[in-house]
């Protein structure tokens, strides 16, 4: 009994301690990569910033889909106001990164330790470092879409890989329900995050459903089946009858879902193929690496084949589904974890990983290094690298904060619910965002259609024409747009041009005020 006890106290401890490792390894990476909400910058994003303004926008009784047009999910906006309830601004942003990264590092923890065996920390965090390397760079500023799917992905995985050893053992191939269950509410939720950021849970799914149909599991099948759409239904139903009640399900499903295939198809597949091969063909050798370790190793299970032939085909989907972002491609963590795991079980008995010695630890740090084409990973984007892009954004943020919060000062206190920011994500390469104006100047739209109207406006000329009208009628009693920028398009410059007149400027925004005040 009391040898039971010593033992659970010791569980309980190397627990207690690898936990904090990973805790230490969140904040750190947090702190010096996520640029857009690291208190250690003064940098606030483009995407990033938006998700924040709906956060805190939510904390005033503003809702998506009515008071801010995009067609990210309700659940990502969830996260954001969770974020911003706790602690309003960047820092509240941060801390539900923390927890996200936190289980998502817990759950690749669990990945590499089933197949070293305990006493392997070491090697873990070896295993690890390239994963964490490679999202340096695709976090991209940090607070994204593709962040927030991680923790499912990665668990999904482990429940896909748990099952594929355990049956391949046992010879039963009966697959639980409750992990079919699983799947469908990840599926769900993440489909309402970003559709595509739920495309590797299909890869799950797909290798899943062709084994019980190669064993004849039909019966099987059908039950994981429904459980899967049960899965689904839970995920969905909660936004929906919330969204239903406020009167704005079909505004959410028209822009989560409409708008975000019409955005997607913004572009032609050949262009898009080119930007990758070009930019960013080190993470497609990432996502291709499992097929490499299995063809390596000459293993022979078909499954796990099918496994990594589906997660790449659907990471590559999910990509080209968009326009190409740098972030996107963080969809190929998961990818390099299985490549990992697929390569622990092909090194053999874990009895030959179980000592940890010098020698051991170099052909791991060797193998892994292998693994990643590092030089083109670290100068695939922006200069060199994330750590370069987080040193020069130290100081660069300030002016435009300054600047921001200087125009703002000009809008009497009872006037700062309408205020209108435009023409800003065209401006300067996209770095001053109307977005990222809005939470430096403290400040909250007072229109829907409040970030990248121009090109809204060009994949829904509708939306130029309700905006147009707005401006005419001077709901907003102030305008700020970029000095040196020409408004376009036609329509809303000359509903500004017409409507408000010049009241001040600075060296980067010019405040308009409407016709109807008189100036002071």
Not at 428 to 448: D, I, T
């Amino acid at each position: 009994m009391n040898e039971m006890r010593l033992n659970n106290k010791k569980a309980m401890l190397g627990f207690g301690l690898r936990a904090a490792v990973w805790a230490a390894v969140t904040v750190v990476f947090l702190l010096l990569f996520s640029l857009s909400t690291s208190p250690l910058t003064n940098e606030y994003g483009t995407d990033s910033a938006f998700f924040v303004l709906v956060g805190q926008g939510m904390t005033q009784g503003m809702l998506p889909y009515r008071d801010f047009f995009d067609m990210k999910g309700p659940y990502l906006f969830l996260i954001e106001y969770i974020g911003q309830l706790f602690r309003y601004g960047r820092v509240g942003a941060i801390c539900v990164q923390c927890i996200n990264l936190f289980l998502t590092l817990c759950i690749m923890d669990l990945i590499f330790l089933t197949r070293l065996g305990k006493g392997n920390f070491p090697m873990e965090l070896l295993c690890v470092a390239p994963v964490l390397v490679t999202a340096m760079v695709t976090f991209d500023g940090g607070n994204l879409t593709e962040e927030y799917a991680l923790p499912w992905l990665m668990l999904a995985l482990l429940l896909a890989l748990g099952y594929l050893k355990k049956s391949r053992d046992s010879g039963n191939w009966a697959h639980p329900k409750w992990a079919g269950f699983y799947y469908g509410f990840a599926f769900g939720f993440l489909a309402l995050i970003r559709v595509t950021n739920a495309a590797a849970i299909g890869a799950v799914i797909l290798t899943i459903t062709v084994g019980l149909l190669v064993k004849k599991e039909f019966k099987n099948l059908l039950v994981n089946g429904g459980m899967f759409l049960l899965g689904c239904a839970a995920a969905f139903a909660p936004a929906c009858i919330f969204f239903a009640c406020h009167g704005l399900l079909g505004e959410m499903l028209t822009q989560v879902f409409l708008f975000g295939f019409q955005y997607s198809g913004d572009g032609d597949l050949a262009s898009r193929l080119a930007m990758i091969r070009e930019d960013y063909m080190a993470f497609v050798y990432l996502a291709l690496l499992p097929l490499g370790v299995l063809a390596l190793y000459r293993v022979k299970d078909w499954r796990k084949w099918l496994l990594a032939a589906s997660s790449f085909a659907v990471f590559l989907a999910a990509v080209l589904m968009g326009n190409v972002y740098v972030h996107y491609f963080t969809l190929a963590l998961p990818n390099l974890v299985l490549a990992m795991a697929f390569w622990l079980e092909a090194l053999g008995e874990k009895a030959a990983l179980r000592r940890w010695d010098l020698k051991k630890a170099l052909v791991v740090a060797l193998t892994v290094l292998c693994f990643l084409p590092m030089g083109d990973l670290l100068t695939v984007q922006y200069d060199t690298s994330a750590t370069v892009r987080y040193w020069k954004s130290i100081g660069a943020g300030r002016w435009k904060r300054d600047y921001c919060l200087d125009i703002a000062s000009w809008i009497p206190e009872e006037e700062r619910g309408s205020v209108y920011a435009y023409g800003m994500a065209t401006y300067a390469g996209g770095m001053y965002s109307c977005s990222n104006f809005y939470v430096q100047a403290q400040l909250l739209p007072s229109h829907r259609y409040c970030d990248w109207q121009e090109h809204y406006i060009e994949l829904n000329p509708e939306m130029g024409e309700e905006l147009a009208a707005w401006l005419a009628a001077e709901n907003p009693k102030w305008v700020i747009v970029p000095v040196e920028y020409t408004i376009q398009p036609e329509q809303i410059a000359e509903a500004i041009n017409g409507h408000y007149h010049e009241h001040v400027r600075n060296d980067t925004y010019i405040l308009y005020a409407a016709n109807s005040k008189t100036e002071k």
